[in-house]
């Protein structure tokens, strides 16, 4: 590893490999793929951004790279970096995109953009961090975690297109795990973060700490209970379907009746409830 | 009729037979020579030496006994007394200081900005030694004053620095009669008379006067912007060990050249070679030839074909800045077109712009201000991490963006030396004043390396020479009076001889060299040699001062173990070498 010094920041060099049958162009993103060893030298093997999200992206140095040909690499600092289209402008998350070796705004942020360096060839400046999180939407309803087994499925992935969150173009998918109890639902839009290697969506759907339920039966002070769940739009809401159960724990001072609507609010893994009525 | 005896006095000496004492001129002691009847002992060792006769009388204090022997011969046992006047006294004492400093463009450091004022007049430096001699009553009025000769005095002996200062000035330290010590300019003095002499003798020794006299200083100082190429390590073969080859004639330049290569890595290069390349190419920069010396004259005019002429070249330009108070060379710097690793696409500079002068130093984006090391020997720069171009038309403005690569066009302004194409001697500026004497005599040359003429070129800001600055004025004149000086050995002057009756007190001053008494039972008599020396007075004064400086070069060499020297050059401001970035 070498280092450049750029405005007083001493930026790493990583040797890389143009694994791809394209060459990359000076300050284009590459998708880290893996690692080659090479006469006793471990280069970085990366390829360009494909319709399957990647984890772990760099930036290609100052000059082409020609396929199979071996060039140098940024993994961090603030860089000079290609992008599609657009005026980026400082604070903005601008990130990989599928089949293209620049940033497309609103994508999976790698990038946190400082502004604009050189119009006339889209090269913007910004400061390149760890990809964290992504917004998807599963394909099918993504199990929630049974048996310590988190339920998976294949996500979307979606971006933030500056009004609304948008499928990614090309349509690019990830594996998502869900380590809630709770089912996530079938389009539902849900932000997922890099855990272990692993997209994690974030708690088990749009409201997964706090939920409608309904006793099923008298649920004394102090005691608990299985209680329903209930969801669907305001003023018309039903069981959850398929029915999702949960146990919850009474810790007001008052008894609650079967079959009353409360509020159960998950507090460090724990269930609660409060009576809507009584 | 008779004469009354001449008479000669020294503590503790009786039956004197005869004396006489020669006065020469210099620091080292004159001997007089005692002839005394055998006596139990001499007790005294230092003491009035007197001479008298009718009626007059000089004294010569502070005498000291150097030896004594006896001979038996037809007038029986005679002993011999040799007894040194007082300036035996002059081999002992120190003298320390350094004045007359000069700087880097060879003028004096006379204290400006707050630094240490080192300028003392010739008299000044004269006095100094004379106190530390432990004279009090001297007279420097004669010593040319114009000149401001450098001197490092380092627990030198004072009589020998002082020899040495009057020895460069064209003046000698006389011993007067009055017991007073003067300096004297060589060849100026009072004119004997003949009307009582009882032996007059004009002589015809012209002096060996040369055509000419130059003054050659130092090696001249140019100050060159060199270009530079880059150079790469090459494999050790049978024939050679590690050699430096342009990068493009290295073995292991990649097949498609270097635009492509991944910077610092080489992997492009086989794996065999890449830790040489790693090592040298766009680290390594060689000072191309031909290259144009401003200010030289040579058998090209100002152009060097040969980098053995230049080499080596100093880690300085001949431009100065203010540092610590004072005036001192400016560290070399590179400059030129590379491109700095911003991750944009330019160059440092889309041309060969010249290097700032003080002042916009900071300001010039052309100025490499990474580390490196001037390998003076070999005239090379090499630099800490690699230093190269992009060659991309986009560098410049062009479409596209992005980073070929290619070797930096530098350039290296430093100070240089020139060596002749054929003799490999040094350039040096010589002053040469015509004597008027042309008996087809040569020149005499005076080393004064402590002159420097330095030659530094101005540029426009289109990179086009403009002028050559240069201190050749002020070496000239520091020269003329160096030259001044030695023109005074070569006065058109008649030696003289002259023998008087009786005790006559003849001064010695710059004229007169000699002058010697004799007392005994004949009488008194005054024997004085002017523009001349007495043939058995005393040994010649150019063979005692090459006795003297011979003695001074022993004992300084006793004083210096090669130890002491390297910790004393180590040390030494003069020798120490100046950081660079």
Partial sequence: ?278 | MNVPQGMAFFPGVNQLIDASITLAHGISPSAATLTIGPQANVTTEIGTLGFEFGGASIEFPDCKVDYGSFERNGNGEVWRLSILDRRWRWRFGQISGTYNVRRDDSSLQGGENDTIDTERTPQELAALCLRAMGETNFDVSDLPNEARPSVEWDYEVPAEALAALCDELGCRVVLQLDNRVAIRRVGVGAALSSAAALEFASLVNPAECPDAIAVVCGPSRFQVDFPLEAVGLAEATEDSPETLLPIDELPYAPSGGWSRVDVPYFHQVDAQSRELARRSVFKYYRIKVPVEVPGYGGLDGNRVDRLEQILPIEAEQVALAVENGQKANLSAAVFGMWYPETLDVANSTESLAPAPTEGDILSASSLLQRPYTIDAARGLVIFGEPIYRNTHPSATGSSGYEVVVGPAELVLRAACSVRHPETMALERHVRTRITGNSSGGATRYLRHDELVLTRSPTYSNDYALVDVDTNEEDVNATADSFLDAAQQEYQIAVPQKARYGGLVPIQPDGAIEHVSFHVGAAGATTTVARHNELPRGALPYKERRRIERQREATDAKTRTSSRNLARASKSSPYTQPRLRA
């Avoid at chain 1, 405005?7 to 880290?32: R, T, W």
């Avoid at chain 1, 609103?106 to 990809?131: C, D, E, F």
């Fill in chain 1, 1 to 278: 590893m070498s280092a450049a010094s750029t405005s007083g920041q001493a930026l790493a060099k990583f040797p890389f490999k143009n694994i791809h049958s394209q060459k990359v162009p000076a300050f284009g993103v590459v998708e880290i793929a893996g690692v080659l060893v090479e006469d006793g030298v471990a280069f970085l093997t990366c390829t360009r951004p494909g319709t399957t999200l990647g984890t772990e992206f760099a930036v290609n140095g100052p000059s082409q790279v020609q396929p199979d040909e071996k060039g140098i690499c940024y993994r961090q600092g603030d860089l000079s970096v290609a992008y599609d289209s657009g005026n980026p402008q400082a604070g903005q998350g601008w990130g990989p995109r599928a089949n293209q070796w620049t940033l497309s705004k609103g994508y999976p942020s790698i990038i946190t953009a400082h502004g604009i360096r050189n119009q006339a060839n889209k090269i913007l400046h910004g400061a390149l961090v760890p990809l964290a999180g992504a917004l998807g939407v599963a394909a099918a309803n993504l199990p929630a975690i049974s048996g310590g087994q988190p339920g998976t499925q294949t996500v979307t992935l979606h971006v933030w297109d500056g009004t609304s969150c948008v499928a990614a173009t090309p349509t690019t998918t990830f594996t998502g795990y869900n380590m809630s109890t709770s089912v996530i639902e079938a389009g539902r839009l849900t932000p997922f973060v890099r855990e272990n290697g692993l997209w994690v969506a974030v708690a088990g759907g749009s409201d997964s700490n706090q939920k409608l339920v309904k006793t099923t039966t008298s649920h004394a002070s102090g005691a608990a209970e299985l209680v329903n769940v209930w969801d669907g739009t305001p003023g018309s809401e039903a069981e959850s379907n398929p029915l999702e159960e949960l146990e919850a724990m009474n810790r007001t001072s008052v008894d609650i009746d079967a079959d009353k609507f409360c509020l159960a609010t998950r507090i460090g893994g724990n269930w609660y409830i409060e009576p809507w009525e009584c």
